[in-house]
Each structure stands twice: as C-alpha cells, then as structure tokens.
C-alpha cells in the first residue's frame, strides 16, 4: 500500500475521501511535508530505489474527513456554500464560462509569484505555524493581491475554526480540555489521567469507554492532540521523575500560547480604510 501511495502521490494532487482511517492520514501527513520509501528496485538483486514526494492534496468529502490533530495542522479547511436549484446549471456552461476566465486567473496567479519571488526575502511572520514555509510564501506573495496581513489574519481563523472541530471531536483531548477548566495545572501518570477521563466519561453516555483502553494509548493520542491543545493554551510536557524513572504528564494552562483568530478577514485599505474582502485560502505545500 505504501509503494502505490508514493507512487500516485508523485503524480497526482487530488483525492477523493470518506472519513480517513490512522494509516492513510499518516501517510497524508509525509505526503504533505515530504516523505520518502525506499524499496528495492524491480527485476534486481541489490539495488535501492528512493520513492520521494511532496504535494498539495486535495480530500473531498460530505463528511469532515479530517479527525487527527495533525493532518488537521497541515491543512486549510474550507465549507462550500450549498448550490441552491435557481443557481444550478449544466456543466458544459460552467466549463465554457471558466475557459473564457482562465488566462485572467493564470495571468493574476503568475503575477502573484513574481512578487512572492521579488518580496521573499522580506516576508516575516510574528509566528511561524507547522506549515513554517507554506506561510511565509504566502506572506510574500499576498502585498499582490490584498494587504498585508491578510493572509495571516485568515489562516489564524481557519486554524482556530479546525482546532475546535477536531478537539471536539477527539475524547481524550476534549476530557483534557474539560479537567483544566478549573485549575492551572494537572500533574500525573498515565494511568491517573485515564481514571479521571473514565470518570468524566461516564457522566457522559455520548462518548462511551471504547478509547479507554489503556494508559500507553491514552498517552499516545495525548501527543497527537498536543498541537492543537497547545494553541488552546494548554501546555502538556512528558517527563520522567524519581529513581524509578515513572512517567509522568503535566498539563498546565498558558494564555499566551492561544491562537489569535478573527471573525471577519480586513479587507484592502483605500485612503487609509478598509473595506470587507473574501477569505483567503490555499493548499500548503
């Protein structure tokens, strides 16, 4: 399965999913900040071959099918508007009408990265997010198309938008979030987390008890929701302590680690105002 992943990741950059299983969002992960797979090569012996990729991918679906903390930083999340029936119409209109735009789309997108290509060594973040270079060619190119700052403004309110879909939709991160509502710092191990998560789970039956396994896997979606609980301002460290070498978890609250989100993008500045512009949006590198 992993040789035909790097293989078609190599060559396409669209797939359409259901929710994604663990495996397959792993590896959407590497394919996204690159990955590679090495085999051997066929019909020989000895030697190696190197399947590397790196692409925009693009996942489709009714459902949100992004449920894991850390495709979901690597992602921009966007919510069409539903087509209403006096909107509607044949594809072939819809082709012909994106024929006649296409030179103005693929001129303003080539003008866009010959001034991302003139500013790049200028553009500067106050905060570098996961997708550090995604973000920072964006920021060169966008003085292009919309003012500066943007860009940044809206990819916050998208991370922030997509942070909360997946904390809630993610037990034990939701049951952390819940402990630290009243108190700045939790201290533990595994196994003391994972009761006071039972307990909370029992008060409701919506969540059940089938992600309670045991403290190695509660710990292990811990790290994996570490990101996006970070953002909320919940810091968790890993540690051993005593001559026994005991895990440890400690969870503690830190404001400053927030991400910023807005509820509407500022829009491009005439005469020193502004006015309302759309969101911004992209696939990260």
């Given at each position: 399965?992993?040789?035909?992943?790097?293989?078609?990741?190599?060559?396409?950059?669209?797939?359409?999913?259901?929710?994604?299983?663990?495996?397959?969002?792993?590896?959407?992960?590497?394919?996204?900040?690159?990955?590679?797979?090495?085999?051997?090569?066929?019909?020989?012996?000895?030697?190696?071959?190197?399947?590397?990729?790196?692409?925009?991918?693009?996942?489709?679906?009714?459902?949100?099918?992004?449920?894991?903390?850390?495709?979901?930083?690597?992602?921009?999340?966007?919510?069409?508007?539903?087509?209403?029936?006096?909107?509607?119409?044949?594809?072939?209109?819809?082709?012909?009408?994106?024929?006649?735009?296409?030179?103005?789309?693929?001129?303003?997108?080539?003008?866009?990265?010959?001034?991302?290509?003139?500013?790049?060594?200028?553009?500067?973040?106050?905060?570098?997010?996961?997708?550090?270079?995604?973000?920072?060619?964006?920021?060169?190119?966008?003085?292009?198309?919309?003012?500066?700052?943007?860009?940044a403004r809206a990819y916050a309110a998208n991370r922030r938008a997509a942070i909360d879909s997946i904390i809630e939709a993610d037990p034990i991160a939701t049951c952390v979030r819940a402990i630290m509502v009243d108190r700045t710092i939790w201290s533990g191990s595994?196994?003391d987390l994972l009761h006071l998560c039972v307990e909370s789970a029992r008060d409701d039956v919506s969540r059940g008890l089938a992600w309670a396994k045991n403290p190695r896997a509660l710990a292990g979606r811990l790290r994996r929701a570490q990101t996006f609980l970070?953002?909320?301002?919940?810091?968790?460290?890993?540690?051993?302590?005593?001559?026994?070498?005991?895990?440890?978890?400690?969870?503690?609250?830190?404001?400053?680690?927030?991400?910023?989100?807005?509820?509407?993008?500022?829009?491009?500045?005439?005469?020193?105002?502004?006015?309302?512009?759309?969101?911004?949006?992209?696939?990260?590198?």
């Amino acid at each position: 399965m992993t040789r035909r992943f790097y293989a078609y990741g190599a060559r396409s950059a669209a797939r359409r999913s259901r929710p994604i299983t663990q495996t397959l969002s792993d590896a959407f992960c590497r394919l996204a900040t690159g990955g590679s797979f090495a085999v051997r090569q066929l019909y020989t012996d000895d030697e190696e071959v190197l399947f590397e990729a790196t692409r925009p991918i693009l996942l489709n679906g009714i459902e949100e099918v992004i449920s894991r903390p850390d495709l979901g930083d690597r992602a921009i999340f966007l919510t069409l508007t539903p087509i209403g029936e006096a909107q509607r119409r044949p594809e072939t209109e819809l082709w012909r009408e994106f024929e006649i735009a296409r030179p103005r789309i693929l001129g303003a997108l080539l003008d866009a990265v010959v001034h991302g290509l003139r500013a790049m060594g200028g553009a500067q973040l106050d905060r570098l997010p996961r997708m550090a270079d995604f973000a920072v060619w964006v920021t060169a190119c966008e003085t292009a198309l919309w003012p500066a700052g943007t860009f940044a403004r809206a990819y916050a309110a998208n991370r922030r938008a997509a942070i909360d879909s997946i904390i809630e939709a993610d037990p034990i991160a939701t049951c952390v979030r819940a402990i630290m509502v009243d108190r700045t710092i939790w201290s533990g191990s595994a196994s003391d987390l994972l009761h006071l998560c039972v307990e909370s789970a029992r008060d409701d039956v919506s969540r059940g008890l089938a992600w309670a396994k045991n403290p190695r896997a509660l710990a292990g979606r811990l790290r994996r929701a570490q990101t996006f609980l970070r953002a909320l301002g919940i810091e968790i460290t890993f540690s051993r302590e005593g001559r026994m070498g005991t895990r440890m978890i400690r969870v503690s609250t830190n404001v400053e680690n927030c991400v910023s989100t807005v509820s509407i993008v500022g829009g491009a500045r005439t005469n020193g105002s502004a006015r309302d512009q759309p969101g911004v949006a992209g696939v990260p590198d």
